[in-house]
């Protein structure tokens, strides 16, 4: 007769373990990837603030550029959003209206805030960091600062 108590703890435990470590790696991974959307979630919210800072600004160069004035804001933003670096593009969609866009250089992140604009707004792409927004009396330009 085999005695069999030996072979039955020894199984038992080495399926439990086996049981814990597919528990422990389907929970890393679960995690990972909610910290990865709550990631680019961040990395969107900051997008829309820094973008709706420099509708601001350009809007406000717009009034003066449309009264014939001439002004230059400058604007310190970070250089990078969540570890990253971004570009800011304005874009024309149609007559007096526009576009900015802020993109992320690694993950391809993009948010669009549209505006309207009385003068001409210069097509431009600029990297994030200082930035300047230059109105010369007919035209409104964005620059690196």
Do not use: C, W
């Amino acid at each position: 007769m085999m005695d069999n108590r030996g072979v039955a703890s020894s199984l038992n435990y080495i399926l439990g373990l086996g049981i814990a470590t597919v528990l422990v790696v389907g929970l890393l991974i679960a995690g990972g990837n909610l910290i990865e959307d709550q990631r680019e979630q961040v990395v969107r919210n900051e997008l829309s603030v820094l973008g709706q800072q420099m509708v601001s600004d350009i809007s406000t160069a717009d009034r003066f550029t449309a009264e014939g004035g001439e002004i230059t804001i400058e604007r310190d933003l970070p250089k990078l959003v969540a570890g990253e670096h971004y570009r800011i593009t304005v874009v024309q969609d149609a007559p007096n209206e526009y576009s900015l866009l802020l993109r992320t250089s690694r993950t391809d992140i993009t948010v669009q805030i549209a505006f309207r604009a009385e003068s001409s707004i210069t097509e431009s792409s600029v990297d994030g960091g200082s930035v300047s927004i230059v109105g010369d009396g007919s035209t409104v330009e964005v620059q690196n600062g």
